[in-house]
């Protein structure tokens, strides 16, 4: 029952784990979350709240994901993919209706895994994650800026089109010495990848853009000038205020960053599984997911999910059991008490400078390019999930690319689920051969009839249209069903319709070759009962030999 439902966690602490295991787990903890340390300030400063919040939500999520999760290297905190849904939600319902939502969607995680829905969501259509993700790219990148450029705009518009007209409004308010520093800082990103890629590049411009400003007391905005001082304290848990219209208010919103933290995090997983070559459990990683996403609003945070770049990192530093993940949140939460207060001198051209780098990173633009060459309906999806995201918000363009992917598939099921009618080939086949090759000879008063694909609603209309086009009623109707893989309720209606229709006119309905799934799904719906056990056939052979027993119908020549 319990199947898949263990944590990594015990499984590592059974052994065997040597001396060797635990060195190498707390070098990689220690530099992961060291590199953390800047993504979690940056992540909750452009999802509009304090910057302290994405240290807690490392913290608390990062150590839950790790005791309790099912991979062995996952590291989980505040991601760039939920920036653009938590920004929305606490612009429009304050930082308690982001409390309630992150906890539904907590909740729903929770639900998700246990119900064994991990392994459902690789279903998920690459060009609707492509679009919501590259989407989101480009507004983490136009949100940022403001800071880089030093425009110094107050309430800024969250529309993407009023975001960039204000921008053109106020470009001749363009501040050099930001503008300097935020350059500077994507310079260090960029070229330390390059020449020194152990080093995390945004914690060497952080580290140097807050020295560099301090000393020549440049004048640009930092973290203390428009957050205060940053708190270097842990806060006690705290129940949100809740209220029913605040749920039903979130509840949308929540469902989006379920199936954002699902998608990210199984997506995390098997990226990591690719680099140890190790399987994780996707129902477990889950109710990981959803314990974190519950805990880290408690404790002042913002919902979390795994993150690729920053399990990438732990995996290249050597980290290969959820023991790394734990000392990675143990690392931030020493930081954040010891040298918290240091956060306040952060300049915020650095940090839209690491978020540009960030937004490039993930927007994909590769895939998005080389999806624009795919079928005409996954570009559709592309581009509509796309420019959904960019210009409406990111719940609309995933339930509306949802949608769209459905009805594509159906469409294409539909297309290649097909009623033909076959006699006509079958006595030709007879003709030409002498014998229909492993069948009895073809006769008079019998029309055959095969279908293949599945049987569902988006291919009924097509199976009874052919159906239909019979000139004159035949004495059997062979129904051959060997190349029918599925059939649902609609399909099941439109057999039964068939069968009342043929017994009414006093015609003999056999079904052959009808695989597994079709035949339990009539044997429930009493379809089988309606058409009766002997009138079900293993072979078209057999159909064939059950049609001489009809009175009335001679075999051909």
Known sequence: MFKGFQPKLIGVLRGPYTKENLLSDLTAGVIVGIVALPLAIAFAIASGVKPEQ??????????????????????????????????????????????????IAGVLLLAMGLARFGTLLKFVPYPLTVGFTSGIAIIIFSSQINDFLGLRIENLSPDFVEKWTSYAEHLPSFDLSAFGVGLGSLGVIILSQRFVPRIPGSLLAIIGSTIIVSAFSIPVETIGTRFGAVANTFPPPRIPEVSWSTITGTFSPAVTLAMLGAIESLLSAVVADGMIRSRHRPNMELVAQGAANVLSPLFGGIPATGAIARTATNIK???????????????????????????????????????????????????????????????????????????????????????????????????VSQTTLVTKELRDEEEQEGEVPQKENVLEGVEVFQVQGSLFFGAVEQFTETIRSLEKKPKVFILDAKNLLAIDASGLRALEDLAAELSHQGTRLIISGIHKQPLFAATQSGLLDRVGEENICGTLAEAFRKATEQQKVIPVG
């Open 317 to 415: 530093s050597g980290g290969r059991t959820p023991v790394a993940g734990i000392v990675h949140a143990i690392t931030l939460l020493l930081i954040m008490l010891f040298f918290g207060s240091w956060a306040s001198l952060i300049p915020m051209p650095t940090l839209a400078a690491i978020l540009i780098v960030v937004s490039y990173n993930m927007s994909e633009w590769h895939s998005f390019v080389k999806l624009l060459k795919a079928p005409r309906g996954d570009v559709a999806v592309l581009l509509i999930t796309f420019g959904l995201t960019v210009v409406v918000d990111l719940t609309a363009a995933i339930q509306t690319g949802v949608i769209l992917s459905a009805m594509l598939f159906i469409r294409r099921m539909a297309e």
């Open 54 to 103: 994405g240290l807690y939500t490392a913290i608390i999520a990062g150590l839950a994901v790790s005791v309790f999760g099912g991979s062995r290297v996952q590291i989980a905190g505040p991601t760039g993919a939920f920036v653009v849904i938590v920004y929305r939600i606490v612009q429009t319902h304050g930082y308690d209706g982001l409390m309630v939502a992150t906890i």
